[in-house]
């Protein structure tokens, strides 16, 4: 499960985003943020040459990928693009199928109710 995401440029190592994390465990999520801005100042030193590395730090992982920023954010960008998109669908379609749901419920009690109107109406007109 990822508890920190963040977003570095390594040439300085210079922090650019910082993701939420689920605020259980806020000390230990301070004290993984200080060490994961100290792993981007060893990237930026050029202390770790890989392209991807896993380092481990007592019971975490810090994983990072060495990612060109412009191919990084673009990818980042369609993926929100087509999340918010995704999400509107799901919405309409939740929308319908809470609409379909009222109907089933209600439809059979709106009949019966008309039915005994029309009974009460043509009682009416008859006698």
């Known amino acids: 499960m990822v508890k920190l995401t963040m ?3 390594v040439t300085d190592g210079l922090p ?5 994390d689920d605020g259980r465990d806020q000390k ?23 392209s991807r590395m896993s380092i481990e730090t007592g019971p975490y992982y810090f994983q990072y990928p060495y990612v060109l920023c412009g191919y990084f954010i673009l990818e980042v960008t ?5 999340l918010t998109s995704d ?8 929308k319908d199928l809470n609409r ?8 059979p009690v709106a009949i019966v109710i008309g039915v005994v109107l029309m009974l009460f109406w043509l009682k009416n007109k008859i006698w």
């Open 16 to 20: 650019l985003a910082e993701g939420l």
């Open 7 to 9: 977003i570095a440029r």
């Open 78 to 82: 369609e993926m929100s693009t087509r």
């Open 28 to 50: 230990d999520a301070d004290f993984y943020k200080q060490q994961a801005k100290l792993l981007f100042k060893n990237l930026s030193k050029g202390q770790h040459e890989a």
């Open 87 to 94: 999400t509107r669908i799901y919405a309409d379609k939740a």
């Open 100 to 107: 379909q749901a009222l109907i089933r419920k209600y439809a």
